[in-house]
């Protein structure tokens, strides 16, 4: 395990084991459904909806997780703690992953996302996106959207092809007491998801899901506390860390960037092009990217980063000569890398919001250009710039950062500004003169 891992891990439905040995009877379990077996297709719709019920009864809860992924047959257990209150406040917290934690990952009254770094990083707090790669787990389930209700209705969602199934009465289960068994399956009958339910409670104490036919992921549930008492100052984790250059000003605003033009864009019509005023924020944005771009080839193209961390976004001008009495995390180029990297993320998430109102131009814009050419390279360009924010995200991940890769990843992006800079231009001077 990474000691600069900053990636939050778990799947939210999970609890820590009991000590009960179900760890080792369910990593042997296969994708033959147990409910065909013991009484044969039965509907599980009317099981899931009294899940569904139940969580959404629950105004405030929390629970501790365990979750073991697999990977050559490997298992990686990691815990964490999930605190919900209504509307839709959320915290999650890694308590056992190695290095990692301490992270925690909170969704604000505001409907901010932020995110702290625990382990080697720990006080760097991050703005992210609600799409961010940093909230997916290893499972491909998102941190923010791990409440129960919305991790049961996903299993509602039923795709073509596959079909619900229950027992209708609690059954045996492997290192567990008689429990009710939801299954996912497809087709075949081979199980896609598995929940071992509470006959009690109602509520999942274990959730598989299967890939081809092997076991992916494990969940064990215990200790759910609902109804309980968590202040509003949980879902709080303060500003951003920001940083500070000897060469440049003091970049952050990003996220406030971010903020207003995906609330602009909110509010606007999509079926008309882009305002004025709209696409002077657009081109602060994507020049606001270049910005973190060059600035970070310039933090890993040397031999140290010549850049300061300020804890709570107070970046000042004491700071940026070192002079500072904040902790010193200057020489932590993965803090670095995770501030700007989750910076661009925000600012492309935001950028493509404007692409149904540039598709509305290119349709009204003329034959010489043709239908949807320029909506279409707008998102192929945000497309590899994502493509390569994951690859700066995954330099967390390793002992230390390549400054190779992080170069080339923030030169890859810059030729993707420009691209999105033309098409742009091709929007400001058709609407001058329109």
Same mark, same amino acid.
């Given at each position: 395990m990474n000691k600069n891992s900053f990636r939050p891990f778990i799947l939210a439905i999970a609890i820590i084991s009991s000590g009960t040995g179900a760890f080792a009877a369910s !990593?042997?379990?296969? &994708?033959e459904s147990i409910v065909i077996g013991k009484f044969g297709p039965l509907d599980g719709s009317a099981l899931l909806k009294t899940l569904i019920e139940k969580a959404k009864s629950m105004r405030s809860y929390w %629970?501790?997780?365990?979750?073991?992924? %697999?990977?050559?047959?490997?298992?990686?257990?990691?815990?964490?703690? =999930?605190? =919900?209150?209504?509307?839709?406040?959320?915290?999650?917290? &890694?308590?056992?992953?190695?290095n990692r934690t301490g992270s925690v990952v909170v969704r604000q009254p505001d409907g901010k996302i932020k995110a702290k770094a625990g382990g080697f990083m720990g006080g760097v707090t991050v703005s992210l996106a609600p799409t961010s790669k940093l909230l997916k787990t290893s499972n491909g389930y998102s941190v923010v959207e791990s409440d129960l209700a919305s991790l049961l209705e996903g299993v509602s969602k039923v795709p073509a092809g596959e079909k619900l199934? &229950?027992?209708?009465?609690p059954c045996a289960y492997p290192g567990l007491p008689p429990v009710y068994i939801l299954e996912l399956v497809g087709d075949d009958n081979r199980v896609h998801q598995r929940l071992a339910v509470d006959s009690d409670s109602k509520m999942p104490i274990e959730w598989l899901i299967f890939q081809q036919d092997e076991l992916n992921s494990l969940v064990h549930v215990e200790k759910l506390i609902s109804n309980a008492d968590i202040t509003d100052?949980?879902? =709080?984790?303060?500003?951003?860390t920001t940083l500070a250059c000897a060469e440049t000003k003091t970049i952050g605003s990003a996220a406030v960037m971010s903020e207003s033009l995906r609330r602009?864009?909110?509010?606007? !019509?999509?079926?008309?092009?882009?305002n004025a005023e709209i696409i002077l924020d657009v081109r602060a944005t994507i020049e606001q990217v270049k910005l973190e771009c060059d600035q970070l080839n310039r933090d890993f193209s040397s031999s140290q980063a010549n850049v300061r961390v300020a804890s709570n976004g107070n970046a000042s001008s004491d700071l940026a000569q070192g002079n500072s009495t904040e902790p010193n995390l200057g020489k932590s180029k993965d803090a670095v890398l995770l501030i700007r990297a989750a910076s661009i993320e925000a600012m492309s998430t935001a950028l493509r919001s404007a692409a149904p109102a540039i598709r509305s131009f290119d349709a009204t814009a003329g034959k010489d250009i043709g239908s949807d050419v320029l909506a279409d390279q707008w998102q192929k360009s945000l497309d590899r710039i994502d493509e390569s924010i994951a690859n700066l995200y995954g330099n967390l991940d390793k002992s230390a950062p390549d400054s190779k890769s992080v170069c080339d990843e923030a030169g890859k992006i810059t030729l993707e500004v420009a691209k999105l800079q033309t098409v742009l231009k091709w929007i400001s001077d058709q609407s001058k003169t329109n």
């Open positions: !990593d042997k379990q296969t &994708a %629970y501790e997780s365990t979750l073991t992924t %697999y990977s050559k047959k490997k298992g990686v257990t990691e815990r964490g703690r =999930f605190y =919900f209150k209504t509307p839709n406040l959320m915290r999650f917290e &890694a308590l056992a992953a190695g199934l &229950a027992t209708p009465k100052s949980m879902f =709080f984790l303060g500003k951003e602009k864009l909110e509010t606007f !019509d999509n079926n008309v092009p882009l």
